[in-house]
């Protein structure tokens, strides 16, 4: 495998190595000394079109911990201002010699047009409301470490999955591994057209949570009000909104999620955001070891994901 | 089963049985015990993934002579080899080191030394876990051809060997052989 | 003098076998079975090949003035006429706009030494920007005959209905001749933001989309103002199924309405987004299947009148952007006549009555191109080999830039010579300046 732009490029079997190799980084950010010289030698860019501090800082951190080194390409203080060409940027990345670029952008389908101009391995850390492949992959591993499997197990996305490149990643990865997906969201914030989507839909959550046992929040824009999709947050939190009393209708075993940043108040109260079963850091924390994972089988390992099974 | 990966072991002589593998692991072990006056601080690290079983093996043959059975760990040296692509890490080769290895005596279990580099990426790896007091290497076969300089404290059998050919170590014994495609 | 011997003329009377004599002046001289050639007569032999009134598109982005470095007036009419087209209207969403008459004079000029004839369309409103009417009888006076704010439609219903009302009164102008509003049609409070047709593959995509309504309500709103007004409308690039049959039912009421569709609308669908690759972006954004298999019955009973190209270059840093970045527009003069006779399961003469006729007759200009292959007429003829097979590159083209969608595809049917005001333009499918 060269790039990782969606989860097709993976496919089950892929996401499943991947989630059992993150074990391996999960132990390695343990120790002492959370750092292994797997990727000495290797460079790898940071080209962020779109802000992100969180995704940005736990992919930095994953190539610290293998000892990668890494250039920041950031668009404020780059020629992207300057009127340079997407084009022009990654050869000009490229010719330095990075042998990953970590792509962020707001245009969906972007980090596709970069593959094609670069040497590089493109990972694709979330383009427009396209796809998140290594949100997906942390938010599997953080579900298998509390349900154990997929199979048979119901999760529901609520919240503004229109406008998601987490509910895209997330719907194809838990599906994809056997789950069954509900999504939950007033009609204004579900994708026109859910044709090939294999998931049921309701506008009713207080129905759907005693079924789950994974609840996916979806972090709230507040700038989705001025586009009428909603009337507003107030509305939104009164129907889709989780409180302690909602939370109280789930299932013992069941966990909540979040991708962060939480708007406490909104998506999620802030006594629910700090409820044991409420995994956020969990995510954070795993973020790290599955993008370790990533880059390692990307940069480091040499070994396509679908001949490891053999051996 | 060592590297190299990609292909199928094919045995050609015996070289050593069953019976020679436990008489060489009981000998290892009374020198261990010999060299290092006893079992105290003593750890063994068996490397993934045909070291480990050894250790476990050896362990048990310290206890029984000593009456002490020293901690035994195991390490994948995967992530600090210097020849990656040879090898992928493999999710079922956990490192699991159970004490704190500062002023410690680590001894390193491998199934068979050839070029040294595994060993090499092993000392790496154990400086990030702490700082023993001494390291030393068990393996059950010497085969030669080593790159680096190293040299085992503890060898089960000295098995000169061409370059292209390989060797099994397992609990019925040892083979020399080839890789097949 | 031409002598096109052993072709099969078709035009819009009929269909035989004939020799066509062309004269010094431009003009057809003479048609008939075994012609002698005349002393000094260029012969070019037509025979398996077709030999047909010149093709009219009523829809080409020249971008000159403004884009040069996208296609020029010169660029564009050489592609033009390699793609077998004696005549094609320029859309005036250029920089400055054709709203004036300076800038149509300009536009005129420079297509007045181009290898086909350029037909200067005119803004509805001052700028494109939908909230004044350009000079519309002094534009008329110069010899415009469509007016558009192509690129975008005009979006408010009172200012639309009068541009109408004032389009019926123009004949002082154009000596008696219909002036024709043509309309791109998009609701913009619908479409905003949207890079390719809304549905299973934008929701799958996460590509912003354009629900089909955007087009749709326009196109009944314009069937209701003309209506109204009496007034000529024209649909550009119809794209999808609900559209069509809007208009099947107003032709079947007996409006002066016309409708064009572009041969990607016929030919791809919003599928192609898949590869986030901006070629394929364009508005009318490509459809689904069952828009182009709509759009497909519509030009086969009638009710789309025209294939146009909507030839829209862009130069190769520009489409070098994430698709919704991107600007929308593909290549389209020279993969036309291959495209049509390769995916419409058409008679030939259908065909190029869509290519020729019919838009020359749109276009007001059909005195002299489109009309049947006759003596007396303008010399403006396509000779083409229905059964040629070619593969598409837009390198290939003469187009200044090279964004096209059919990269690699194989068609069959290339124009072989084009005949342009008695001048051999393109001769064995070479541009001969």
Redesign the interface.
Same mark, same amino acid.
Not at chain 2, 87 to 91: A, G, I
């Given at each position: 495998m060269k790039h990782l732009l969606t989860l097709d490029d993976l496919g089950a079997d892929g996401v499943r190595e991947i989630l059992d190799l993150t074990d391996t980084f999960v132990e390695v950010s343990e120790r002492q000394i959370p750092r292994v010289p797997a990727l000495r030698g290797k460079t790898v860019a940071w080209l962020f079109y779109e802000d992100s501090t969180r995704t940005r800082l736990s992919f930095e951190t994953a190539a610290k911990r293998l000892s990668a080194d890494t250039l920041n390409f950031s668009v404020s203080s780059s020629s992207v201002k300057k009127g340079e060409s997407l084009r022009d940027t990654v050869e000009t990345v490229s010719a330095m010699g990075v042998d990953a670029m970590v792509v962020r952008h707001s245009s969906a389908g972007a980090p596709h047009r970069i593959a094609g101009w670069t040497d590089a391995s493109v990972i694709n850390a979330g383009d427009g409301r396209h796809a998140h492949p290594t949100q997906a992959l942390l938010d599997c591993f953080t579900l298998r470490s509390n349900l154990q499997s997929f199979e048979g197990r119901h999760i529901a996305i609520v919240g503004d999955i229109k406008h998601s490149r987490v509910a895209r990643s997330d719907v194809r990865a838990f599906t994809m591994l056997g789950a069954e997906v509900t999504l939950v969201a007033p009609q204004t914030l579900l994708p026109p057209c859910l044709d090939g989507w294999p998931v049921k839909v309701s506008h009713d959550l207080d129905s759907v949570l005693p079924t789950v046992d994974a609840l996916y929040l979806l972090r709230m824009q507040k700038e989705r009000m001025t586009e009428a999709l909603i009337p507003s947050l107030r509305e939104y939190s009164a129907g889709y909104g989780l409180d302690l009393a909602r939370a109280a209708q789930l299932p013992q075993h069941a966990v909540v999620l979040h991708p962060g940043p939480m708007n406490r108040g909104v998506e999620i109260t802030g006594e629910v955001a700090d409820l044991p079963r409420t995994v956020v850091l969990d995510q954070v924390r795993n973020g790290i070891a599955v993008r370790m994972a990533v880059l390692y089988l990307l940069l480091g390992s040499g070994v396509d994901l679908t001949t490891t099974g053999a051996q | 089963m060592t590297p190299p990966? *990609?292909g199928v072991f094919v045995a050609r002589t015996e070289v050593l049985s069953a019976d020679d593998l436990k008489r060489a692991i009981w000998r290892m072990a009374h020198e261990i015990i010999e060299r290092n006056q006893g079992l105290d601080n003593v750890v063994l690290i068996g490397l993934q993934t045909g070291g480990v079983w050894l250790a476990v093996l050896l362990g048990e043959a310290l206890e029984e002579i000593d009456g002490n059975h020293p901690p035994v760990g195991s390490l994948?040296v995967?992530?600090?080899r210097d020849d990656? *692509?040879l090898?992928?890490?493999?999710?079922e080769?956990?490192?699991d080191i159970p004490v704190d290895l500062d002023n410690r005596t680590v001894v390193l279990v491998d199934d068979v030394l050839f070029t040294g580099r595994t060993i090499r990426a092993a000392l790496?790896?154990i400086a990030?876990?702490?700082r023993p007091r001494s390291v030393q290497l068990a393996v059950m076969v010497d085969r030669g051809h080593r790159e680096l300089p190293i040299r085992p404290d503890y060898i089960g059998k000295n098995l000169p060997t061409r370059r292209d050919e390989a060797v099994d170590v397992h609990q019925n014994g040892v083979d020399l052989g080839e890789m097949q495609k | 003098m031409i002598i096109i011997k052993n072709g099969r003329v078709i035009d819009a009377t009929g269909d035989r076998t004939a020799d066509v004599i062309v004269d010094d002046a431009g003009a057809i001289a003479e048609v008939g079975a075994d012609l002698a050639t005349p002393a000094g007569a260029t012969e070019l032999d037509a025979a398996g090949c077709i030999v047909a009134p010149g093709f009219v598109d009523l829809h080409a982005h020249l971008r000159q003035p403004g884009r040069e470095d996208a296609e020029t007036i010169e660029t564009g009419a050489r592609g033009a006429a390699l793609g077998g087209f004696t005549a094609i209207v320029a859309m005036p969403n250029t920089a400055p706009c054709m709203d004036s008459a300076a800038v149509i004079r300009e536009v005129l000029d420079l297509g007045a030494t181009a290898m086909c004839e350029v037909v200067p369309s005119a803004a509805i409103t001052v700028g494109r920007d939908g909230e004044a009417l350009s000079p519309m009888a002094e534009l008329a006076g110069l010899g415009v005959r469509i007016f558009t704010d192509d690129g975008t439609g005009v979006q408010d219903d009172r200012l639309m209905k009068r541009a109408l009302e004032y389009s019926v009164g123009l004949a002082p102008a154009t000596g008696g001749a219909p002036v024709t509003l043509a309309q791109h049609c998009e609701v913009t409070s619908l479409s905003a933001g949207g890079c390719m047709h809304e549905g299973e593959w934008s929701s799958k995509l996460g590509i912003p989309g354009q629900p089909a309504e955007a087009e749709e309500l326009m196109v009944q709103r314009d069937i209701a103002l003309s209506r109204a007004t009496g007034a000529r409308v024209h649909f550009q690039h119809m794209s999808t199924g609900r559209s069509v049959q809007l208009i099947r039912d107003a032709k079947a009421e007996g409006l002066p309405v016309t409708a064009e569709a572009t041969t990607h609308h016929f030919t791809l669908t919003d599928a192609e987004c898949a590869s986030y690759d901006p070629v394929f972006k364009v508005h009318p954004p490509l459809r689904t299947e069952a828009d182009v298999q709509a759009v497909k019955r519509g030009l086969a009973d009638g009710t789309i009148d025209a294939i146009a190209t909507d030839h829209a270059p862009h130069t190769q840093s520009d489409k070098e952007l994430p698709f919704d970045q991107a600007p929308p527009g593909m290549l389209g003069l020279e993969s036309a006549l291959g495209l049509a006779l390769t995916e419409l399961d058409l008679d030939i003469a259908q065909i190029l009555a869509l290519l020729s006729w019919n838009p020359a007759r749109i276009a007001g200009i059909d005195d002299r191109h489109g009309g049947p292959i006759e003596p007396g007429r303008r010399a403006n003829i396509a000779v083409l080999d229905p059964d040629h097979e070619w593969t598409i590159t837009g390198e290939a083209m003469a187009s200044r830039s090279a964004n096209c969608p059919y990269e690699g595809k194989t068609v069959k049917g290339k124009v072989r010579h084009t005949v342009y005001e008695g001048e051999l333009v393109v001769i064995d499918q070479e541009a001969q300046r």
């Open positions: - | 990966f *990609g994948d995967a992530l600090y990656i *692509g090898r992928p890490v493999m999710p080769a956990v490192t790496d790896a990030d876990f702490g | -």
